[in-house]
């Protein structure tokens, strides 16, 4: 098998992606592991559900940055402080309920927070709001 050379990547520069490529390698890490037999993984339903939006999340994340590197990002309206802790949570993965729950609100009115964040930023979905809002800066 021959040997793989890797390139450095266009944004290896940028702490925040170098920060979420080092989250990813401990992830990486700890699949093998539980793969191989070597560490037993438990896992709860709600751990299990923000994980596989996690992955979904950052594949996306990759294409995105793959399609567009130097892509503008796009005027944004500025985002609430209540809109901000959403999308905190909605980065890390969260379930809208667990987001409600650590924010002391309903789910409805999270979904609706969600709702007019994706809005603002101009995004499609969950994904595509995390990916406007690193690259704006707006979270890290």
């Given at each position: 098998m021959?040997?793989?050379?890797?390139?450095?990547?266009?944004?290896?520069?940028?702490?925040?992606?170098?920060a979420l490529a080092d989250?990813?390698?401990?992830?990486?890490?700890?699949?093998?592991?539980?793969a191989d037999g070597y560490q037993t993984a438990t896992l709860t339903s709600i751990e299990l559900t923000a994980l596989k939006t996690a992955i979904t999340g950052a594949a996306r994340l990759q294409a995105a940055l793959r399609e567009r590197p130097g892509a503008p990002v796009p005027t944004i309206q500025p985002l609430t402080r209540r809109q901000k802790e959403v999308l905190t949570g909605l980065a890390s993965g969260s379930a809208l309920?667990?987001?409600?729950?650590?924010?002391g609100l309903t789910t409805e009115t999270v979904r609706s927070h969600a709702t007019h964040l994706y809005r603002r930023l101009g995004a499609r979905n969950r994904a595509h709001a995390v990916i406007i809002a690193v690259r704006a800066g707006i979270i890290t």
């Open positions: 021959p040997a793989m050379t890797r390139t450095r990547p266009v944004h290896a520069g940028d702490p925040r992606l170098t989250q990813w390698r401990q992830v990486a890490r700890h699949a093998d592991c539980v309920t667990d987001i409600a729950v650590e924010l």
